[in-house]
């Protein structure tokens, strides 16, 4: 049984900064890619980024430059370090996994932008 858990959401200043974490656990076969998504109320959930197992990335055209996100194999877990936040990023944000033809994702994590 895979599951992904999500931490590190929460309030923050326009042009602030946050380090959401993803840990995976269960037995997860090592060639996979993990990502986070977001969704904003009324909107339909859409990709922020994604890294495959050996570190390849890809992102949103509205995070680049401003989110990083990276992985620890070892500790199966996925990190999105997002700087210079605005208001137009507030969302619940997803951790998804994809391996073989299995797809998983976790709770969400709330990440509001205001002053």
């Known amino acids: 049984q895979v599951q992904l858990v999500e931490s590190g959401g929460g309030l923050v200043q326009p042009g602030g900064s946050l380090r959401l974490s993803c840990a995976a656990s269960g037995s997860i076969f090592s060639l996979n890619t993990m990502g986070w998504y977001r969704q904003a109320p009324g909107k339909q959930r859409e990709l922020v980024a994604t890294?495959?197992?050996?570190?390849?990335?890809n992102y949103a055209d509205s995070v680049k430059g401003r989110f990083t996100i990276s992985r620890d194999n070892a500790k199966k877990t996925v990190y999105l370090q997002m700087n210079s936040l605005k208001p137009e990023d507030t969302a619940v944000f997803y951790c998804n996994l994809k391996v073989l033809k299995y797809e998983y994702w976790g709770q969400g994590t709330q990440v509001t932008v205001s002053s």
């Open positions: 890294i495959t197992n050996v570190g390849s990335t």
